[in-house]
């Protein structure tokens, strides 16, 4: 697929060119083949709007577009079958940019690609800073839930990078059940933090989501009628 001239403004990094060519849907909407566009191996055809996200286009040509062309926004590149969200936090984007998009689009908070990730593993495995990291548990806490080809929930990635104790317990509020997954090699959650810097707050975090998970399953249900067989005749 041969490439757009905004598609061109992209990669040429002229964004002066690349908002005035945004405005118009026509070229919004075209696809172009990239070679190697997240590995530098496989290629993928793309609209301008995952390019704009990987070439880290500025906050006014993202919005530009995706006011220009809206189902860009649900549209997945085909290498990795990635929404344009994947992409913004696969190569850390500003979190204005990330609010931005899930405002946009919040379904795509949920959305996994062929590594079966959502956008919040890969703002966790790229270090986001807690504003990001925030919007999208807040937009879509379901995807707490997700488990990607390798057994790891979100939960894992941000104890194995050392996410804040803030981002740890959203999680483990969110599915505090992974705090009891391990991954595809038969690896823990408190495994996967060993070696992160504040792993011992990790830890605290985790005993206490599962310590409350221990004390729903053993609290009496107070609303339940006592058992006829227990009434004194």
């Avoid at 990669?11 to 190697?36: D, F, H, I, K």
């Avoid at 707490?144 to 941000?158: E, I, K, N, Y």
Wanted: some cysteine; overall charge neutral; proline content about 6%.
């Amino acid at each position: 697929m041969s490439p757009s001239e905004l598609s061109r403004a992209i990669t040429e990094e002229n964004w002066t060119t690349a908002l005035r060519l945004a405005a118009r849907p026509e070229q919004c909407m075209v696809w172009s083949t990239r070679e190697g566009f997240f590995d530098g191996k496989t290629k993928a055809d793309c609209l301008p709007l995952h390019e704009a996200l990987v070439a880290h286009a500025p906050y006014n040509v993202i919005e530009k577009i995706v006011r220009s062309y809206p189902a860009a926004l649900a549209a997945t590149e085909t290498s990795y079958k990635r929404l344009p969200l994947h992409c913004a936090c696969r190569k850390e984007a500003d979190p204005s940019v990330v609010a931005f998009l899930v405002n946009q689009y919040k379904a795509a908070c949920l959305v996994a690609d062929s590594l079966v990730r959502c956008p919040i593993h890969y703002a966790l495995t790229n270090g986001a800073d807690d504003n990001i990291c925030e919007i999208l548990i807040t937009a879509g806490p379901q995807a707490a839930r997700s488990v990607d080809d390798r057994g790891w929930t979100p939960l894992h990635v941000a104890a194995n990078v050392g996410a804040s104790e803030k981002i740890i317990k959203m999680l483990t509020n969110a599915y505090p059940e992974a705090t009891l997954i391990r991954t595809a090699k038969g690896t823990s959650i408190r495994h996967t933090a060993h070696k992160a810097p504040n792993h011992d707050q990790i830890e605290d975090i985790i005993r206490d989501a599962r310590a409350e998970m221990d004390e729903k399953v053993h609290l009496p249900d107070l609303k339940k009628k006592p058992s006829l067989d227990h009434e004194v005749a």
